[in-house]
């Protein structure tokens, strides 16, 4: 299944995102994929592929890109500690009205 990684212009900054694809040929079902707050990661990735593997050409862009790069995520590691701490900051890049503008 190809995975390609692109750059989406919006209003306030370049948005990393992923599109995955079934293999063979088209035309699909398209998907957006909307992840949560522990933002990009391979548990995620795995998830959008699998998307990808049951037929529909999946879009997975980076919530938390007004942030800007962060890692991924390890979100046992995360609850062990001050959850909000963490999350707090990418969580406030976004909300409805900004997700509503993309």
């Known amino acids: 299944m190809p995975t390609e990684q692109i750059t989406i212009r ?8 992923y599109v995955m694809s079934p293999s063979g040929k088209g035309p699909w079902p398209a998907v957006i ?19 990808a593997d049951a037929g529909y050409v999946v879009l997975w ?26 999350l707090g900051p990418l969580m406030a890049t976004t909300g409805t ?3 509503s503008e993309d």
């Open 61 to 86: 862009p980076d919530l938390f890109y007004r942030y800007g790069t962060s890692g991924p995520l390890v979100l046992k590691e995360v609850f062990k500690g001050d959850v909000g701490a963490i």
């Open 10 to 17: 919006t209003l306030d900054a370049d948005c990393r995102a």
């Open 33 to 51: 994929f909307y992840g949560d707050a522990g933002g990009i990661r391979p548990a995620m990735l795995e998830m959008a592929k699998r998307l």
């Open 97 to 99: 009205d900004k997700a």
